[in-house]
């Protein structure tokens, strides 16, 4: 099929890749002429294990390309829509100006009878206003919302857990009321296509009316979330009862309703979707007069924000009361391991809190110090890390790379700075082995 993908972020890159990877042929488009450029010499724009390989599979194909002009994507009969959807820079809800822009320009180069699939985080009802727009050009739109994780997008690409479709419904008589229209059908049938081999391979596909694909992201994220943010919770009564978060939540993963899962305690969740798009369904949900429904989502993003603050607390006792003039060694930029996004970082964050109170923060990270620089210019940064150990006075673990969990032998690190103190921000250490070294170990919810 001829497919075009209007944004080449995360999503859109790894989704052009994926789908020539399957036999497709797909052109990317993006307005950013330094992405375009690289993508074009099979070249990856951030750090995602296997793109590369898939780019330049896909370009030596000749079934791949990158465009800036997005009337090379008028030969495709399937649009995906991959744009960025940020938070507001004045609000909690999600800026849909790129969406927008993509959908105004591709208003000019679609055909009747053409599909636009929308794959980007959006608040419920955009793809029935989307497909009010692109109606009268005689456009069916489908939305088939992207759940890839960072670090895990091209494998969450090519076969994914599900794949959900939702297509135009009937709002006729009650009899057929819900479900899709001949359009609708015919759409889910040419995503059917699109998605063969996944679904040959067992993933689920299912049809959908638009409200209920959308909602599906939003709520897998507000469940993630939400996880994350359960376990904090426990986290922060551990502390003042003496219990061990990690034991507990080994205990509760065994529950198969629960699962071991998301249930990593530490300085919680960033990146570019989590955060964001908790803020935005709050603010959608508001909007449509039930924000009470929504409103634990406001203490899920207040926990998790509490967590920095107590790394930060953990690594100022650590040094007997103050951070100021200390060197504080921290382990991690970006905000989970395989990944050099540094969007809405808690690493970052407890960085830039402890360089606030005064300490000689030094920040590693073995892919991120690039972006880390860009975006937090007033920290200083060392790629090596036993020259960020050096002489430090607390080392404090933010992301928990392999780097670090196994990398790092607390001997050899007892060895480079002048106090043997660590914070273990993401419980990713071996307690005993750093005690057995002669380190004051301090854990998140943990004694
Ligand atoms: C997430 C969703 O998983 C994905 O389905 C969606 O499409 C986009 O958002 P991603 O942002 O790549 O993906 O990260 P994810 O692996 O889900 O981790 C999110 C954050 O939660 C990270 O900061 C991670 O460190 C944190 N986390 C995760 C915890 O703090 N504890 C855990 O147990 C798990």
């Not at 060197?327 to 970006?334: F, N, T």
């Not at 993401?426 to 070294?437: E, G, Q, Y």
Request: overall charge negative; glycine content about 10%.
């Amino acid at each position: 099929m001829r497919i075009s993908v209007i944004g080449c972020g995360y999503l859109g890159a790894v989704h052009a890749a994926a789908m020539t990877s399957i036999g497709h042929e797909a052109i990317g488009i993006d307005v950013d002429e330094g992405r375009i450029r690289l993508l074009s010499g099979g070249e990856a724009p951030f750090f995602e294990p296997g793109l590369e390989d898939l780019l330049q599979a896909g370009l030596a194909s000749g079934r791949l390309r990158f465009s800036t002009d997005m009337r090379d994507a008028a030969d495709a009969a399937v649009h995906f829509i991959a744009v960025g959807t940020p938070q507001q820079r004045d609000g909690q809800g999600a800026d849909l100006e790129h969406l927008d822009r993509a959908v105004e320009q591709l208003c000019g180069v679609v055909k009747p009878g053409d599909l636009v699939v929308g794959k980007s985080t959006v608040p419920v009802g955009t793809a029935a206003d989307l497909a009010d727009r692109l109606a009268p050009l005689g456009v069916t739109v489908v939305w088939n919302p992207e759940f890839l994780r960072e670090g895990w997008a091209v494998k969450d690409t090519v076969s994914p857990d599900r794949i959900v479709v939702g297509v135009p419904v009937s709002s006729g008589e009650e009899i057929s009321r819900g479900a899709p229209t001949a359009d609708g059908l015919r759409a889910a049938d040419v995503l059917r296509e699109v998605y063969a081999p996944a679904i040959e391979g067992g993933t689920p596909f299912l049809v959908t009316d638009y409200a209920t694909a959308e909602l599906v992201k939003v709520a897998a994220n507000a469940f993630l979330a939400t996880k994350v943010s359960f376990i904090n919770a426990m986290a922060e009564i551990a502390e003042i009862t003496g219990a061990d978060v990690t034991r507990l939540a080994d205990a509760l993963g065994h529950d198969e309703r629960i699962g071991r899962r998301f249930l990593g305690a530490g300085i919680g969740f960033g990146g570019g979707c989590l955060p964001k798009d908790i803020r935005a369904f709050v603010a959608r949900a508001e909007e449509l007069g039930r924000g009470s429904a929504l409103s634990f989502l406001r203490e899920v993003d207040a926990i998790n924000l509490r967590r920095r603050e107590r790394a930060v607390s953990l690594a100022v006792r650590a040094c007997g009361g103050s951070v100021y003039e200390r060197r504080v060694a921290v382990l991690g930029a970006a905000f989970k391991p395989h990944s050099d996004d540094v969007r809405d970082s808690p690493a970052l964050d407890v960085a830039s809190r402890l360089r606030g109170l005064g300490a000689r923060v030094t920040v590693t990270d073995p892919a991120a110090i690039d972006n880390a620089r860009r975006t937090h210019p007033q920290l200083d940064y060392e790629t090596d890390l036993d020259s960020t150990l050096n002489d430090a006075d607390v080392v404090v673990v933010v992301t928990e790379w392999d780097e670090y969990r196994r990398g790092l032998s607390p001997e050899h690190a007892a060895s480079l700075v002048s106090a043997r103190a660590v914070v273990d921000g993401r419980n990713c250490l071996d307690a005993a082995a750093w005690r057995a070294a002669g380190w004051k170990y301090y854990g998140m919810g943990r004694p």
